[in-house]
């Protein structure tokens, strides 16, 4: 009787999970891709900011608050997950270093933690400054500033206003700072 209630938990958790899986592909199916809802080149790391003539070129008005919206929220999203993995696996090395010397790894960890702040502050300061929205993701590389541009499109003093609070917050150079219009 004992193994009958049991294979009967076993069956019912598996048709749970194969429910759940069924539905999160029924759902996934129907949300498009970043990429397809952006253009590629509007993806943060794959384009930077050229400013030939003074302005960005203009998107079509169609959904551009959603289109906007939806690609900072994937672009906190993606970074916080980054950041989170990192931060997990910095701590796992800390925790089963048990005679080695963890000061290198700490310090790892403080300047992930130190760049999360920086960021954090230079995006409320970007939007303190009348910009719709911002993300700013710090890398090894440099800083890379996407700015939810605005009907205009941003301009080159735009640009150096946005250049100018990123190297008050950080040690950056200009030369590695890239800045980015989302429209």
């Given at each position: 009787?004992?193994?009958w ?23 996934g ?80 960890l ?34 890379s500033?996407?700015v ?17 609070l ?18």
């Open positions: 009787m004992k193994t209630k049991r294979n009967a938990v076993i069956a019912g958790v598996l048709v749970l999970i194969c429910a759940g899986i069924y539905l999160n592909w029924l759902s199916s129907k949300t498009p891709e970043l990429t397809q809802t952006l253009d590629a080149d509007k993806v943060l790391g794959e384009a930077t900011l050229v400013m030939n003539d003074g302005t960005m070129p203009q998107a079509s008005p169609v959904s551009r608050q959603d289109s906007t919206d939806e690609y900072f929220a994937q672009m906190r999203l993606s970074r916080q997950t980054a950041r989170d993995d990192a931060i997990m696996l910095l701590q796992e090395t800390i925790s089963y270093a048990e005679d080695e010397d963890t000061s290198e790894t700490s310090r790892k403080e300047g992930i933690i130190a760049d999360a702040l920086a960021e954090s502050e230079i995006e409320s300061l970007v939007i303190a400054k009348g910009y719709q929205d911002c993300v700013a993701y710090i890398s090894d590389e440099g800083i500033l996407a939810a541009s605005p009907a205009e499109g941003l301009t080159q003093s735009d640009v150096s206003l946005l250049a100018d990123v190297m008050g917050q950080t040690d950056f150079s200009l030369s590695d700072i890239r800045v980015i219009g989302v429209e």
